[in-house]
Nanobody, 124 residues
Framework: QVQLVESGGGLVQAGGSLRLSCAAS????????MGWFRQAPGKEREFVAG????????HYADSVKGQFTISRDNAKNTVYLQMNSLKPEDTAVYYC?????????????????WGQGTQVTVSS
């Protein structure tokens, strides 16, 4: 089992920044690719960003490319999501997820463990 706990969400004005963190415990963190997803009210959960086990490969949804940056620190068992130039449409619950694979993927079904989520609200 892998336990994931997100933090860093909150209320921010449009144009502002937030940094989300996800702390992992339970299994060897570096064996898992990690991803961030988000879910807005009434919408399906969607992929945001992913990072490989070693942190050398990343991939992003087109909607956040150039705006968000995913990173990880395997020594601290933590993955981050730096979110800049936030827009009201970025408002959602953000989830981190772990995939027992090298690169992770784009789909919810490719991830094995999930955190409880952290709310991000961007006001206009």
């Amino acid at each position: 089992q892998v336990q994931l706990v997100e933090s860093g969400g909150g209320l921010v004005q449009a144009g502002g920044s937030l940094r989300l963190s996800c702390a992992a415990s339970g299994r060897t963190f570096s064996n898992y690719a990690m991803g961030w997803f988000r879910q807005a009210p009434g919408k399906e959960r969607e992929f945001v960003a992913g990072i490989s086990r070693g942190g050398t490969s990343t991939h992003y949804a087109d909607s956040v490319k150039g705006q968000f940056t995913i990173s990880r620190d395997n020594a601290k068992n933590t993955v981050y999501l730096q979110m800049n130039s936030l827009k009201p449409e970025d408002t959602a619950v953000y989830y981190c997820a772990a995939s027992y694979s090298l690169y992770g993927g784009w789909a919810v079904r490719e991830y094995d463990y999930w955190g409880q989520g952290t709310q991000v609200t961007v006001s206009s």
